[in-house]
C-alpha cells in the first residue's frame, strides 16, 4: 500500500506545476485527501484539502487563489494544480489520506513527498 506524490520539479516564480498523488494497493475513494509541504528548517503545514467525492476542498490562506485541488476516484488519483508559483512555495510537497478533508490533525497516512523549487 502506497501513496506516491510525483510532478515536482525546477520552475520559475510564476509559473505553474501539476503535482499527482497516486495510490497502489489502496483506494482513495473512500478517503479524504490532503496536499502538505515542508520547507528547509520549518515544519510541515496544510496546504489543501478534498473530500472523498471531490465536492468540497479547503486551502492554506497562502495559496487561495492560486492552487487547485482535485480528484478522479476512476483513476485512484488527486491532483494539486499550483499556478502563479512563488519562491516560498519552494518546499517537498507529500499527499495523505484522513477522515475530514479540513481538519489538518485527521491525516494518518502519508506517502513519499516530490520536492518543488521555485526560482526568482
Known amino acids: 500500500v502506497q501513496l506516491q506524490a510525483s510532478g515536482g520539479g525546477l520552475v520559475q516564480a510564476g509559473g505553474s506545476l501539476r503535482l499527482a498523488c497516486a495510490a497502489s494497493?489502496?483506494?482513495?475513494?473512500?478517503?479524504?485527501v490532503g496536499w502538505f509541504r515542508q520547507a528547509p528548517g520549518k515544519e510541515r503545514e496544510f496546504v489543501a484539502g478534498?473530500?472523498?467525492?471531490?465536492?468540497?476542498?479547503s486551502y492554506a490562506d497562502s495559496v487561495k487563489g492560486r492552487f487547485t485541488i482535485s480528484r478522479d476516484n476512476a483513476k485512484n488519483t488527486v491532483y494539486l494544480q499550483m499556478n502563479s508559483l512563488k519562491p516560498e512555495d519552494t518546499a517537498v510537497y507529500y499527499c495523505?489520506?484522513?477522515?475530514?478533508?479540513?481538519?489538518?490533525?485527521?491525516?494518518?497516512?502519508w506517502g513519499q513527498g516530490t520536492l518543488v523549487t521555485v526560482s526568482s
Open positions: 495523505a489520506t484522513g477522515s475530514m478533508y479540513s481538519n489538518p490533525g485527521a491525516y494518518d497516512y
Open positions: 494497493g489502496r483506494t482513495l475513494r473512500s478517503y479524504a
Open positions: 478534498i473530500n472523498w467525492s471531490g465536492r468540497t476542498t
